[in-house]
């Protein structure tokens, strides 16, 4: 089972099934709805996702809408007009551990340093939730 929620927690979801698949989105519209260099994408049937909350939802482009929490503003999901499926971003998942990306999308756009990640050193947070 994999669930994951918004940084308020009046959002979130789950689901019993494996995702379709999971990969990096280097695209300008994910970048800015994220507000990091890359998205990572978990897509699902929309079907076999349940909601607890509403997330908010805008149009994107003319043909997606994306969604985020009403309350705190956490990107939540992708969702193409003429798909039956949905993308989940990985930064709201309870245990990221449980998803490996297997591919670069838009890699066209991706910003040089975001492959970086591995080669920077490592300071740990003070902060734990």
């Known amino acids: 089972m994999l669930s994951g929620r918004c940084l308020c927690s009046d959002t979130s979801w789950s689901t019993s099934v494996p995702p379709k698949i999971v990969h990096h989105c280097h695209c300008s519209m994910c970048r800015r709805w994220t507000g990091a260099a890359f998205a990572t994408l978990v897509w699902f049937e929309r079907s076999d996702v349940r909601?607890?909350?509403?997330p908010a939802m805008f149009r994107a482009s003319p043909i997606a809408t994306r969604s985020h929490c009403g309350r705190c503003g956490t990107p939540m999901a992708l969702s193409y007009d003429d798909r039956t499926d949905i993308a989940l971003a990985a930064g709201t998942l309870d245990d990221p551990e449980q998803v490996m990306p297997v591919h670069n999308y838009g890699a066209e756009s991706g910003i040089s340093w975001a492959g970086l990640v591995g080669e920077?050193?490592?300071k740990e947070t003070k902060e734990r939730w």
Request: glycine share 14%; no cysteine; hydrophobic share 30%.
């Open 120 to 122: 920077l050193p490592e």
């Open 51 to 54: 909601w607890e909350g509403t």
